[in-house]
């Protein structure tokens, strides 16, 4: 895995981070290789992605393709690239920034745009189990050294308190629900506080269209 920095002109839009990373996907990769990058840092003048050895050069070329034409735009706002660095190590950059903390034990996860689960050709309904095993899985992808391991047991202390879901096609959802973390440990908790802010920075689930999966945590 690399780490690549893009240092661009102050912006005048602080852009969110859910709504970047939808954007960013669609703007540098198409079609599969749009799981391959993630966004793990974002300020008024600095982006960092993270992507596979294997896709690095892909990523670089277009990125200088937007600089050298100057027509990288994030909701209809120019972006001046300054600048693009390769960072030398990959840092958990998630536990260097900010992060999500559960208050009084209560989260409430809103499913702002329609998210899907699919496992190889399957299309599977929505449960919070299933939420966090599949964001675990994806957040292992891109931090090998630092994996998170999630067990029946800890996810069956989590109590559903509420639950508002709509269905879709392809087994789509929007909606709301409330997760009570009271019944698990404080060291279980930081991985969930991990994977709560590793979701609300890069979506859950399928990416059928653009923006599928964004989410606030609450």
Not at 67 to 79: A, G, M, S, T, V
Not at 132 to 146: A, R
Request: aromatic residues 12%; contains cysteine.
């Amino acid at each position: 895995m690399k780490t690549i920095l893009i240092k661009t002109k102050k912006r005048k839009n602080n852009i969110s981070k859910e709504y970047l990373q939808g954007d960013i996907q669609q703007r540098l990769f198409q079609n599969e290789l749009t799981s391959k990058i993630l966004l793990t840092n974002i300020d008024l003048e600095n982006i960092e992605l993270l992507i596979n050895d294997e896709d690095l050069n892909s990523l670089v070329n277009k990125i200088l393709e937007f600089k050298l034409n100057d027509n990288f735009y994030i909701n209809q706002e120019k972006i001046i690239i300054k600048e693009i660095k390769l960072l030398d190590k990959i840092e958990d950059n998630l536990k260097n920034i900010e992060k999500f903390r559960i208050i009084n034990n209560r989260v409430s996860i809103i499913f702002k745009s329609p998210a899907i689960f699919k496992v190889g050709y399957n299309f599977l309904d929505f449960s919070f189990q299933l939420l966090f095993l599949l964001s675990c899985q994806k957040y292992n992808k891109f931090f090998k050294n630092n994996k998170i391991f999630l067990n029946k047991e800890e996810l069956e202390k989590i109590e559903l308190i509420r639950e508002h879901i709509e269905k879709g096609d392809l087994n789509s959802f929007v909606g709301e629900i409330e997760l009570d973390f009271s019944k698990i440990s404080n060291e279980e908790k930081d991985k969930y506080e991990t994977l709560l802010y590793f979701m609300k920075l890069n979506g859950i689930g399928y990416k059928h269209k653009k923006y599928y999966g964004m989410i606030e945590v609450i």
